[in-house]
């Protein structure tokens, strides 16, 4: 059973910083790209970074290129997010997905999702 669970949400001012984590249970965890989403309240969810199989490739939403960093341990199988300079604007729930295809930058390639973390970034 694939499970991934994110973990290092939580609350924090903004200009702040969080690292988000992602602990998968999948055997084949370097053939899978990766992506970060996220929802904030009364939205929809949207993509925010992801990552290749083996890293060597990242992309981001504009909304958060230069601040987010995406990055991925194939040997502990785990995918980190790291967060810089937080807006307001970020204040949503992050979930960690897994997308068989090269790409993980839209909800239809997504395999898997995890259960998600709150983000909540004040003023």
């Known amino acids: 059973q694939v499970q991934l669970v994110e973990s290092g949400g939580g609350l924090v001012q903004a200009g702040g910083s969080l690292r988000l984590s992602c602990s998968a249970s999948?055997?084949?965890?370097?053939?899978?790209?990766m992506g970060w989403f996220r929802q904030a309240p009364g939205k929809e969810r949207e993509f925010v970074a992801d990552i290749s199989w083996i890293g060597s490739r990242t992309d981001y939403a504009d909304s958060v290129k230069g601040r987010f960093t995406i990055s991925r341990d194939n040997d502990k199988s785990t995918l980190t997010l790291q967060m810089n300079s937080l807006k307001p604007e970020d204040t949503a729930v992050y979930y960690c997905?897994?997308?068989?295809?090269?790409?993980?930058?839209?909800?239809?390639?997504?395999?898997?999702w995890g259960q998600g973390t709150l983000v909540t970034v004040s003023s």
């Open positions: 997905a897994a997308c068989r295809g090269v790409y993980c930058d839209d909800e239809k390639s997504v395999a898997f």
């Open positions: 999948i055997r084949t965890f370097g053939s899978y790209a």
